[in-house]
């Protein structure tokens, strides 16, 4: 607990620099008194890019990261499965389908409404593979989700392939953008769209945590617990489903925070704990992703490239390497 605690305090200060970082860096970069000034005073020449797109974009990054990595816990623990994450499950592919028939067809769909409509998409993908699931989680569970997952996300796949090919080029272009993940040219409405989704999910986690972690002792453990195996899971997805859709809805699919953040998380903390995972996990999605957009926008200026290829050059080796140590869990 008190390692737990430790772990989470230096995960937050992680995440406060990695954000100061981020609003000083750019095509002006600031020290810390000139970025405060750039900030505070409407006469500074910085003043409306470090206020109105550098600190929306790092906040932005914060939440959707803190969000990603609340999905990831709920799904892993409450499917059993180490390697559950929006990406892998249909959750974010179910959601881009909505955004991409969205965008491509030039539906008159008010930005606020979105996001539901993502949720929309992203719980019909879900719900498919915890049906498949069933109840139980016994032997052969964990195998049953991955590959059903796998199906739902290559289904989507293929939907978003062929609505693609009804667009023009400017809309290729901007869906492609989009569906590799993106923070760019997003504002204070954006994150207010995101943080509207991705604030109540994580407060509805926190109330979950317990029930979920009765999960992880087996269903027949859980429900001699006293705990409704199949609501609880139910439940689970419709959380991570909420922040995984809302995130996508505005930032496009990014992939391997909600799948390494947990891992991290457990591997930093010491513990399996659900409610201790999240309590590390969500300051540490959150620092992914802001260090992620970071990179994607500084490592080729002025070429910038979507913070979803900076996210998965980043995770992929990350997980390879804690799974080759046994830490994933």
């Known amino acids: 607990m008190y390692r737990s605690l430790v772990v989470a305090a230096g995960a937050a200060a992680l995440l406060a620099a990695a954000l100061l ?3 000083a860096v750019g095509a002006a970069t600031l020290s810390p008194p000139e970025l405060l ?17 550098r600190l929306p974009r790092a906040l932005l990054g914060a939440v ?9 816990v709920l799904l892993q623990d409450a499917l059993g499965n180490p390697v559950a994450g929006p990406e892998l499950l249909g ?12 965008t491509v067809l030039h539906l008159p769909v008010p930005l606020q409404v979105l996001p539901l409509l993502s949720l929309a998409g992203a719980l019909a993908a879900g719900l498919v593979v915890v049906l498949a699931v069933g109840p139980g989680s016994g032997p052969g569970a964990s195998t049953r989700v991955v590959l059903v997952g796998a199906a739902v996300t290559a289904a989507c796949g293929g939907v978003v392939v062929a609505v693609i090919g009804l667009g023009t080029e400017g809309d290729v272009v901007l869906l492609m953008r989009y569906l590799l993940g993106s923070l760019s040219a997003r504002g204070w409405n954006d994150l207010a769209v995101v943080a509207l989704g991705v604030v109540p999910a994580l407060l509805a986690a926190l109330l ?15 429900t001699g617990l006293g705990v409704s195996v199949a609501r609880v899971r139910l439940m689970a997805l419709l ?11 505005i930032c496009g699919p990014v992939a391997y925070v909600a799948l390494l953040a947990p891992h991290v998380a457990r591997a930093a903390a010491g513990t399996t ?12 999605g959150s620092t992914l992703l802001v260090v992620a957009d970071l990179a994607s926008r500084t490592a080729f200026y002025p070429v910038e490239v979507p913070v979803g290829i900076a996210t998965t050059l980043v995770g992929v ?9 046994g830490r994933p869990a």
Do not use: E, I, K
């Not at 000034?37 to 797109?53: E, G, I």
């Not at 959750?91 to 969205?102: D, K, L, R």
């Open 239 to 249: 959380v991570a489903s909420l922040a995984a859709a809302t995130v996508a809805a």
């Open 208 to 222: 979950l945590t317990r029930s979920v972690a009765a999960l992880r002792l087996g269903d027949h453990v859980a």
């Open 21 to 23: 970082t981020s609003l």
């Open 64 to 72: 959707a990261g803190a969000g990603l990595a609340a999905a990831g």
């Open 37 to 53: 000034l750039a900030l505070t005073d409407p006469q500074h020449p910085v003043h409306v890019s470090a206020l109105h797109v």
């Open 91 to 102: 959750v974010s592919s179910g959601a881009a389908v909505v955004a991409a028939t969205a």
């Open 317 to 325: 080796p990350l997980l390879a390497l804690l799974t080759l140590r």
């Open 273 to 284: 704990s659900t409610p201790l995972v999240l309590l590390v996990a969500a300051p540490v």
